[in-house]
């Protein structure tokens, strides 16, 4: 009861956002596995401080009923983060906010629709440079004896043994240690039931920026110290090879810091979505049009 009282006492004297925000609007993309069930936290806290929390289950994830198996190009992936962005009201631009394999799929989707996203927001997410595959941040000469995501890896060959993977598993005794090592024990007992086979094809996939596209919106990294997955050497290598706006230090924090550490992330988020605009030194070129496969992908979505 008192702790009841204590939070309706808070949420009272709470002070509203400042009017100069270029966005109250953020949109939370998940990583490999997951679903937008694991922002939950996320998604009260933000709400709570006044913001708007939108969130997706890419193809393949959370409650999306496609065979993760059948997912065969990064655009079938994140169809349902570009879809949400391709309906906002032309005047409103997002904060996309990535976490791990989500870090590929928000970059595609700075480059498909950069004029609505102001800032990105990469949690120990995979943030690569143009030409880059997800999975080239965990190449085999990147990878020590100690590391544990190769241990969990399980591969799934949908089509037979002798053909490529289709998707990929985590051995379900690993990943505590991999991904949930500082959670709390029911976040880590959620995730064990709930997280799915990952598709293995858009891990593959060499995405296509452009410096005048993707280049043109704001990148913000955020690190987790006591990550056992995308490891701080693996974030330290991302970060140098592709350099944001500004790095950011989540200490204490696996790899999922939505459950290790829900309310130093949301403090992160706050000062990121109030950092200022930067001032235009002169008016802004027209954009050149995105690459064939992302036009391929805006026809689509337009029938």
């Given amino acids: 009861m008192i702790e009841v009282c204590f939070s309706l006492l808070l949420s009272f004297f709470q002070p509203g956002l400042p009017d100069n925000l270029e966005s109250k609007h953020f949109v939370l993309v998940h990583g490999a596995g997951n679903g937008a069930w694991c922002w939950?936290?996320?998604?009260?806290?933000?709400?709570?401080?006044?913001?708007?929390?939108?969130?997706?289950?890419?193809?393949?994830?959370?409650?999306?009923?496609?065979?993760?198996?059948?997912?065969?190009?990064?655009?079938?992936?994140?169809?349902?983060?570009?879809?949400?962005?391709?309906?906002?009201?032309?005047?409103?631009?997002?904060?996309?906010?990535?976490?791990?394999?989500?870090?590929?799929?928000?970059?595609?989707?700075?480059?498909?629709?950069?004029?609505?996203?102001?800032?990105?927001?990469?949690?120990?997410?995979a943030m690569v440079a143009n030409g880059q595959r997800a999975s080239d941040i965990f190449a085999p000469e990147l990878i020590t004896a100690d590391d544990l995501l190769p241990k969990a890896q399980q591969f799934v060959y949908a089509n037979g043994s002798s053909s490529v993977p289709t998707a990929l598993e985590f051995d379900k005794s690993l990943i505590k240690d991999l991904f949930f090592n500082q959670s709390p024990a029911k976040d880590v007992a959620l995730a064990t039931v709930s997280l799915r086979p990952v598709p293995f094809a858009p891990t593959l996939e060499?995405?296509?920026?452009?410096?005048?596209?993707?280049?043109?919106?704001?990148?913000?990294?955020?690190?987790?110290?006591?990550?056992?997955?995308?490891?701080?050497?693996?974030?330290?290598?991302?970060?140098?090879s592709n350099p944001p706006e500004k790095v950011f230090l989540l200490k204490g924090s696996d790899h999922s810091p939505f459950f290790s550490k829900p309310q130093s992330l949301h403090k992160l988020?706050?000062?990121?979505?109030?950092?200022?605009p930067l001032k235009p030194s002169s008016p802004s070129p027209p954009l050149p049009p995105p690459p064939p496969s992302l036009q391929d992908t805006e026809e689509q979505q337009q029938r």
Avoid: W
């Fill in 40 to 125: 939950y936290k996320s998604i009260a806290l933000l709400e709570e401080s006044g913001f708007t929390a939108s969130t997706v289950d890419l193809t393949g994830s959370g409650i999306d009923h496609t065979d993760p198996n059948t997912i065969s190009t990064l655009s079938q992936y994140v169809k349902p983060l570009l879809s949400l962005l391709e309906k906002l009201p032309d005047n409103e631009k997002v904060i996309l906010v990535g976490h791990d394999f989500g870090g590929a799929c928000i970059s595609y989707a700075m480059e498909a629709f950069p004029t609505k996203i102001c800032k990105a927001v990469f949690v120990s997410a």
């Fill in 206 to 240: 060499r995405l296509c920026l452009t410096q005048e596209r993707y280049g043109s919106v704001r990148r913000f990294f955020i690190q987790t110290t006591d990550d056992c997955a995308l490891t701080p050497a693996l974030q330290e290598r991302l970060i140098s």
């Fill in 269 to 276: 988020l706050l000062e990121i979505a109030q950092i200022e």
